[in-house]
């Protein structure tokens, strides 16, 4: 028997998962991977903060709540649309490597621990963090409310505590495992002898202390004061080469996110030193197909996705890097020229076990996301990351928080774009992203999680213009990434490498990529990204999503 009111039906949006309704709101709406830092996010829009200020409180009171992704150790990259000016605005807020580290010395230190690779933990993958300092240079240009009003709830929070969630439980526990080894992790992160457990109250008083210095000093006090001088001596007695010269000397930069048209909407991404471009290289490689003829799900689809993700990721390995330090061929890598030649490639009956550079033809030319926005038109698209979850290890003494590890990302192959040398920025995974139509936003949204990222971006995309979800279906939706492309650290894909589809596929798309060639692994891995947009209408209502993958919420007022 049906109970009167119920809703016997399936969901008006005949949507083809379990999902949930968008979010709608007029004056103010936030997406990020902690409910409570989106409700942080809304109290500032209303006291009147911009979309820049609410992003700002946000992401310090998510490096509190959520240190398996993000903190103050690490890097910042943001695109922020100002209503007032009618214009997109990048950020790269990303530090640079040791002075003092040459590559030669690099080699030894790693000739002499015996490895190959830069590590992924430890003192020699921590590169100067850039996260405190974009804060500052965003709002600086964007920001209404002061800094320390700004930096109160995160500070509140550190002092009286907050209550753990689930997946950031989960992932806090893992980290342990390989981190509790280095000093001052434990006293920080493992207070009762163990990492937290989902609804405990988790304090971090040391971050508070280096919040509030912050909050009265200004960016200063974290790169020319005592807390840099704690990281110089910290990292001395690990044996790192991180100064206080080196984050007296840092600066952010503001660049100019790079588009290209996709049916008509124009996606932007940043430039390199992050892999953003690799989104716009397989939207236009995908755009020559009738992709809503083949369908969501259809091995037809996806199999020109993965080729599509390959051919983008050969040229990610080879050309992004720092352009202060490399040549990128920025206009010649998103042209659609280029493209119409890349995609002559794809055999639509066959997977490429690999794809040729092809330099000739250029030469013209653990992570968190969050998105704002704001009653008077201003959206901001935030990314900020450690790397590999928690970071380096490195816990300064007495500041609350872990350095990134993202020098790992950096090749030891002498010519090499993303080759290591001093004072560098590396190679970046972490990307925000913008879509605007007809000059108007559009779209404001991110999918966190490495080399996932520019495959999330664009299959979300497709959701939407393609194949019509609304925005949060478009996250929900099972996604498909491929591992084993060539590496900006220098490796190169072998064998085709491996398409791996997340559960709620059927088996005869499993059999029918197979059938084409590819080796396909099916997994509910957590690697799949972590998605939150905010889409606005042409009557101003914003539409806020986040899925279930993450802790998230998205909220609006």
């Not at 910290?234 to 000397?249: I, K």
């Not at 774009?417 to 949204?445: C, E, Q």
């Not at 996604?479 to 650290?489: A, F, I, K, L, N």
């Amino acid at each position: 028997m049906t109970m009167e009111g119920s809703v016997a039906g399936p969901r008006p949006s005949g949507s083809r998962v379990p999902t949930r309704s968008e979010v709608i709101a007029t004056h103010g709406m936030a997406a990020t991977s902690h409910p409570l830092a989106s409700q942080v996010a809304l109290d500032v829009l209303k006291r009147g903060g911009t979309a820049v200020d609410a992003a700002i409180a946000a992401n310090a009171t998510i490096g509190l709540m959520e240190p398996t992704g993000n903190g103050i150790g690490g890097d910042l990259f943001a695109i922020v649309w100002d209503a007032k000016t009618k214009k997109l605005y990048g950020l790269n807020g990303s530090g640079r490597s040791p002075k003092s580290l040459t590559l030669d010395r690099l080699k030894a230190e790693l000739e002499k621990s015996g490895s190959a690779t830069i590590p992924p933990r430890g003192p020699l993958p921590v590169s100067v963090p850039g996260a405190v300092d974009a804060w500052f240079e965003l709002h600086g240009k964007f920001g209404k409310l002061p800094m320390k009003e700004l930096l109160q709830p995160a500070i509140g929070y550190a002092r009286n505590g907050f209550p753990v969630t689930e997946v950031i439980a989960e992932g806090w526990a893992r980290n342990a495992k390989v981190l509790a080894q280095y000093p001052n992790f434990k006293e920080t992160y493992m207070p009762n002898g163990r990492t937290p457990l989902k609804g405990e109250i988790f304090r971090n008083p040391l971050l508070a202390n280096t919040l509030s210095a912050i909050a009265e000093g200004g960016r200063d006090a974290f790169y020319k004061g005592d807390i840099a001088q704690r990281i110089e001596s910290y990292m001395r007695a690990q044996g790192g080469y991180l100064t206080a010269a080196d984050l007296a000397a840092h600066r952010s930069e503001w660049v100019d996110p790079v588009s290209t048209n996709y049916r008509g909407y124009d996606v932007w991404e940043l430039p390199p030193s992050t892999q953003g471009i690799a989104a716009l290289q397989m939207l236009n490689i995908l755009e020559a197909y009738d992709l809503k003829a083949m369908g969501f799900a259809s091995p037809e689809y996806l199999h020109l996705f993965v080729e599509a993700k390959k051919l983008a990721f050969e040229d990610r390995a080879r050309f992004y890097a720092d352009p202060e330090f490399a040549r990128v061929p920025l206009k010649a890598l998103v042209s659609k020229q280029y493209a119409a030649k890349r995609r002559a490639l794809v055999d639509p009956k066959k997977a490429a076990r690999e794809y040729p550079t092809d330099a000739k033809a250029l030469e013209r030319g653990d992570t968190i996301y969050m998105t704002v926005a704001d009653a008077a038109g201003n959206m901001v698209s935030l990314i900020q990351s450690n790397y590999r979850g928690m970071g380096s290890g490195m816990t300064p003494t007495g500041c609350g928080f872990i350095l990134q590890d993202r020098g790992e990302m950096f090749s030891l192959e002498r010519g090499h774009a993303n080759v290591y040398a001093p004072g560098k920025r590396p190679f970046h995974t972490i990307i925000p992203a913008f879509v605007t139509k007809d000059g108007k936003p559009w779209l404001s949204f991110g999918v966190m999680g490495g080399a996932m990222q520019p495959q999330g971006h664009v299959q979300v995309l497709v959701n939407l213009i393609d194949f019509g979800m609304n925005l949060q279906e478009a996250g929900d939706v099972p996604r498909v990434r491929h591992d084993g492309s060539s590496e900006p650290t220098g490796g190169h894909m072998r064998d085709g490498g491996e398409v791996v589809l997340e559960n709620g596929y059927p088996a005869a798309v499993v059999k029918a990529l197979e059938n084409l060639g590819h080796k396909v692994t099916v997994a509910n891995d957590g690697d799949f990204g972590g998605y939150q947009a905010i889409l606005r209408n042409e009557e101003g209502v914003y539409f806020g999503a986040s899925e279930s993958r993450k802790d998230g919420a998205a909220q609006g007022y």
